[in-house]
């Protein structure tokens, strides 16, 4: 079964620190893997994209992994802000631009 | 240039209404999506359209669901016979391309459904 699993399922972190969320998927046969940000209230934004054959990608305070063969990914937040605070989805693409969505990690950030 | 917008924001409809949820997607975008998202939990596909096209309608949780976009622009998803399972946030995505271009999806606010 195609699934994506995201942990942990929320955070809170004080503002200033750093955090990493991970997401381990089994989609088959994979196209690229998102991590998208959802705002409460908002449609999720993508903030990084990746294909079997990167490593890493960075978006500003952003940085993504993956490990194509393990299926893992995570997403790095460096000198968190508040503005941080949202849920942060990881999307994994089947070939046929399939979606397959994580449940999310909900982060709050502190001052 | 503006982004997918969906209408209305919020809903409240009693068991046994029908609502309609509109989806404005970004203009010249061949393809739209639309997702039903639970409290707390990821978006889950529901069905994509290509142009005016319904190609896909798997993720459709039961005949009661029913989605149209006649011109190839605007959808709208309709749900009769509201129950309370379908409360949740009902998401709408546009792409430029073809579904099997991997093209990258634009995400409405959506629209939060209780049905009471």
């Known amino acids: 079964k195609n699934q994506v699993e995201q942990s942990p399922q929320s955070l809170i972190i004080l503002e200033g620190k750093n955090c990493t969320l991970q997401?381990?998927?089994?989609?088959?046969?994979?196209?690229?893997l998102r991590w998208y940000k959802q705002d409460t209230g908002r449609g999720p934004v993508s903030l990084t994209i990746?294909?079997?054959?990167?490593n890493t990608k960075s978006n500003g305070r952003y940085t993504a992994t993956l490990d194509a063969d393990t299926k893992q990914s995570s997403l790095h937040i460096t000198a968190s802000q508040l503005s941080d605070s949202a849920s942060y989805i990881c999307?994994?693409?089947?070939?046929?631009?399939?979606?397959?969505f994580g449940g999310g990690t909900r982060l709050m950030v502190k001052p | 240039g503006a982004g997918v917008s969906q209408s209305p924001r919020y809903k409240v409809a009693k068991r046994g209404q029908d609502v309609a949820l509109r989806c404005d997607p970004i203009?010249?975008?061949?393809?739209l999506f639309w997702y039903q998202q639970a409290l707390g939990q990821g978006p889950e596909f529901l069905t994509y359209?290509?142009?005016?096209?319904?190609?896909?309608k798997s993720g459709l949780p039961s005949d009661r669901f029913f989605a149209e976009r006649p011109e190839g622009s605007v959808s709208t998803l309709k749900i009769q016979r509201t129950q309370q399972e379908d409360s949740a946030v009902y998401l709408c995505?546009?792409?430029?391309?073809?579904?099997?271009?991997?093209?990258?999806?634009?995400f409405g606010p959506g629209t939060r459904l209780t049905v009471t």
């Open positions: 995505a546009s792409s430029l391309k073809p579904r099997d271009n991997s093209y990258e999806q634009y």
């Open positions: 997401c381990n998927y089994t989609v088959s046969p994979f196209s690229n």
């Open positions: 990746m294909t079997f054959s990167e």
């Open positions: 999307v994994v693409t089947r070939a046929g631009n399939m979606l397959t």
């Open positions: 203009s010249g975008h061949v393809s």
């Open positions: 359209f290509q142009n005016e096209a319904q190609l896909d």
